[in-house]
């Protein structure tokens, strides 16, 4: 069982640079989102997804975009990237919305931006 | 609005010494309560949750008891071994707030066993 995979899982950018950080769930899932996690933080939601084609915002979303055009993938893509951007990202996905189920992560992406 | 509260780490114990990790929430709604365990290197995945007030959640020697009326759920294990080394995270959901299922998290706490 994959699970959830992210990659990259260790990226180094400059100020300004582009990229994508991919999610991929094979667990059928609706539900996916992704969060940053940063020291004496915890984990904040960047942005969610409740089924393909829809997205919304969490909690921290600037700097960030996200697109669902299937059930199983959910990139997240820093257009111009900042060093307060520098974090440990992670993916995680659900069967439905429910408030009571368990959320599956990935093992993260780190990013630092120079 | 809503926020989980932890005790601060890192906590360091004895092979087979009693953990207490405290956790503290406010919320407005009707609220699931989870902790999550991290371990080196890895994804966080979920140790326990209870989903009304009473409830008590439990899973590999670890327990936690929903108490609505100290807005806790702190985490207890009789006896941690080595392998128990990791970092713990209390979390919410809110039915009323809930931005698509999100989870609330504290700021994890991290535990280290040493044998």
């Given at each position: 069982?994959?699970?959830?995979?992210?990659?990259?899982?260790?990226?180094?950018?400059?100020?300004?640079?582009?990229?994508?950080l991919q999610c991929a769930q094979d667990m059928n899932h609706e539900y996916m989102s992704w969060y940053?996690?940063?020291?004496?933080?915890?984990?904040?939601?960047?942005?969610?997804?409740?089924?393909?084609?829809?997205?919304?915002?969490?909690?921290?979303?600037?700097?960030?975009?996200?697109?669902?055009?299937?059930?199983e993938d959910f990139p997240l893509r820093l257009l111009s990237a900042a060093p307060s951007q520098t974090?440990?990202?992670?993916?995680?996905?659900?069967?439905?919305?429910?408030?009571?189920?368990?959320?599956?992560?990935?093992e993260g992406s780190r990013l630092t931006v120079l | 609005g809503d926020s989980v509260t932890q005790m601060?780490?890192?906590?360091?114990?004895?092979?087979?010494?009693?953990?207490?990790?405290?956790?503290?929430?406010?919320?407005?709604?009707?609220?699931?309560?989870?902790?999550?365990?991290?371990?080196?290197?890895?994804?966080?995945?979920?140790?326990?949750?209870?989903?009304?007030?009473?409830?008590?959640?439990?899973?590999?020697?670890?327990?936690?008891?929903?108490?609505?009326?100290?807005?806790?759920?702190?985490?207890?294990?009789?006896?941690?071994?080595?392998?128990?080394?990791?970092?713990?995270?209390?979390?919410?959901?809110?039915?009323?707030?809930?931005?698509?299922?999100?989870?609330?998290?504290?700021?994890?706490?991290?535990?280290?066993?040493?044998?």
């Amino acid at each position: 069982n994959a699970g959830v995979t992210q990659t990259p899982k260790f990226q180094v950018l400059k100020t300004g640079q582009s990229m994508t950080l991919q999610c991929a769930q094979d667990m059928n899932h609706e539900y996916m989102s992704w969060y940053r996690q940063d020291p004496g933080m915890g984990l904040r939601l960047i942005h969610y997804s409740v089924g393909a084609g829809i997205t919304d915002q969490g909690e921290v979303p600037n700097g960030y975009n996200v697109s669902r055009s299937t059930t199983e993938d959910f990139p997240l893509r820093l257009l111009s990237a900042a060093p307060s951007q520098t974090s440990v990202y992670f993916c995680a996905s659900r069967v439905g919305q429910g408030f009571t189920g368990e959320l599956f992560f990935g093992e993260g992406s780190r990013l630092t931006v120079l | 609005g809503d926020s989980v509260t932890q005790m601060e780490g890192p906590v360091t114990l004895s092979e087979e010494a009693f953990l207490t990790i405290n956790c503290t929430y406010t919320a407005t709604g009707y609220p699931s309560l989870f902790w999550y365990v991290q371990y080196p290197g890895e994804g966080l995945q979920l140790l326990l949750k209870a989903t009304k007030a009473d409830d008590k959640g439990s899973n590999k020697g670890f327990e936690a008891t929903y108490r609505k009326e100290t807005t806790s759920f702190h985490l207890e294990k009789g006896s941690v071994q080595v392998s128990d080394s990791a970092v713990y995270f209390c979390a919410l959901s809110d039915m009323i707030y809930n931005q698509g299922g999100k989870l609330i998290f504290g700021q994890g706490t991290e535990l280290s066993v040493k044998p």
